[in-house]
């Protein structure tokens, strides 16, 4: 059973504010939570932007994680007190904002930045709180939100050590499948070294990191309507449709046509 211990502010809105091209269904300000993982097998049919502070109390603190329509969930902590802040989204506009300026693995780095981005967060409060809120003005904070959360991401300052770094690539390439041993011996580390370096930089291990980013890539992949989803299961380097389609529903409770069709796209 999950308790909460305090929160700033906590809103939920199922028809949601703003328009048909972007749309905030819920907002969380320092959440905070005694115990318990948040677990959601199917996701949400919206977008779910969380930020864990690098101040919090939480193993993932100073990360964050991005999760696509119908991915899906799982986060905080099973023992312990744990902090987070939230916003879901939804309409094209959103999607679009995410597919520029979100990397597609929907993990951020590490990042130290928490003022500015607990700023960006009362914002869009504030403006949500309005009788009248501005659909406009609400896009453009949620635009300036995901700089702000990205741009660490980017910069040689990250805090991820750099033998961690060294094996990334070989993580986010689908062309074969990469033993631990060999992630290992590119990093320098012992096996078991490595996976509880890893977890502790990641809040997961080597092979979670690798099936999440496996996970955001479908998709992503599966909302392109120019793919059918034999081209994408051949981009991810399944063998065959049957397989990819096995796995995809295994992961998120959904068939690719179905995943599709929760998203607005044709089945090809």
Known sequence: MKLFARWEYRRLIPEGIGNAKFRITGIGI??????????????TSDCLLI?????????????????LPGMPQMYGEAEGVWEHNWL????????????????????????????????LFRMIRAEMELPSPDSDILQNFFEILLLELFREG??????????LQRVLPLLESF?????????????????????????????????????????????YLLRNDSLNIAEIAGQLKF??????????????????TDYRKMTGIPSN
């Not at 980017?154 to 033998?163: Q, V």
Request: hydrophobic residues 30%; aromatic residues 12%.
């Open 30 to 43: 320092g959440e905070c939570y005694r115990r318990g993982l948040v677990r959601r097998p199917g996701g």
């Open 51 to 67: 930020f864990f502070p690098p101040s919090g109390h939480s193993g993932e603190r100073g990360k964050g994680i991005l999760y």
């Open 88 to 119: 879901m989204c939804g309409g094209p506009a959103a999607g679009a904002l995410l597919q520029r300026y979100a990397s597609r693995s929907g993990i951020f780095h590490p990042f130290s930045r928490e003022e500015q981005v607990l700023s």
């Open 175 to 219: 062309e074969q499948e990469i033993a631990l041993e060999h992630l290992a011996r590119k990093a320098g580390l012992s096996v078991s070294r490595f996976c509880e370096d890893f977890k502790q930089n990641f809040a997961c291990s080597p092979i979670q990191y690798r099936q999440r980013l496996l996970l955001n890539e479908a998709c």
């Open 239 to 256: 063998s065959n449709q049957f397989y990819f389609s096995n796995w995809f529903r295994r992961k998120t409770g959904h068939s690719p």
């Open 154 to 163: 980017k910069t040689p300052a990250s805090s991820i050590p750099e033998r």
